[in-house]
């Protein structure tokens, strides 16, 4: 449409610079200019209505770029937005977005929950390993980029060697230490899934708990479900 109407524009202005050559050719408008009287047949480009026009057709190709933009906008964010048909069994949903460097959430894979790590290493000055201190920053990434993590969710991105490698007694370091609340995290997480999935309650609550799935807590995610429409 924005094309039409940069055409129509190019048309007109075409037609009004040869018009007012072929007006300024002709015998009356020369003697008329030659004796200093004004012409009786007027130029295209001194009548007001002529450059009403070109107004409106600039006006009108600018208003349907703008509407072709959006439009094309609005169909780009419908397209990232799709999803595809759920399966009976949980669906892992897609990576989230990280924070600092790509990184992808681990495949879910059935595995025990996490142990209490052999105690902290403690050296004459007490400090903190390095690598506890960059599990802790990591885990923290991860909170503030996306939210909605579980604790075993944490705990296998951290030390599976797909996520991020840590040693589970830097993973648990990193959890202990870290402010979260997972009620919060499965409430996020279930508002995701009624956004893109439309699950049952039944449903989303296997999601939730699943070891397939978001590995939460069912306390954590009963609160989920009965905080998802406040």
């Known amino acids: 449409m924005s094309f ?40 295209l480009s001194k009548r007001w209505w002529s450059w009403g026009l070109i107004a409106f057709l600039v ?13 094309h906008d609005k169909d780009y964010k419908a397209r990232s937005h799709q999803t595809t ?4 069994s949980p669906i892992k949903k897609p990576t989230a977005k990280k924070p600092k460097k790509q ?12 142990q209490k790590s052999d105690p902290i290493p403690k050296s004459k000055k007490t400090s903190v390993p390095r690598e506890y201190k960059n599990a802790l920053l990591t885990l923290m990434d991860y909170q503030n980029s996306s939210g909605d993590m579980s604790y075993k969710g944490f705990y296998e991105q951290l030390t599976s060697d797909a996520g991020e490698g840590f040693t589970p007694a830097a993973a648990n370091y990193a ?19 009624e956004k893109t999935e439309h699950m049952s309650t039944a449903e989303l609550q296997e999601q939730l708990t699943s070891d397939a799935g ?8 009963q609160y989920a479900i009965q905080h998802l429409d406040k």
């Open 103 to 114: 990184r992808a959430k681990v495949k879910a894979t059935k595995k025990a929950a996490p």
């Open 4 to 43: 039409l109407w940069f055409v129509l524009l190019i048309v007109f202005i075409i037609y009004m610079i040869f018009f007012d050559r072929k007006i300024k050719k002709t015998d009356s408008y020369q003697a008329a200019k030659s004796q200093g009287e004004k012409p009786t047949k007027k130029l």
């Open 85 to 88: 048909k759920k399966s009976k």
């Open 59 to 71: 006006v009108a190709w600018f208003t349907a770029i703008s509407i072709e933009a959006d439009q």
């Open 214 to 221: 978001e590995k939460f807590t069912p306390e954590q995610a």
């Open 175 to 193: 959890l202990s230490h870290a402010k979260i609340d997972y009620n919060k995290n499965a409430l996020k997480c279930a508002k995701n899934y």
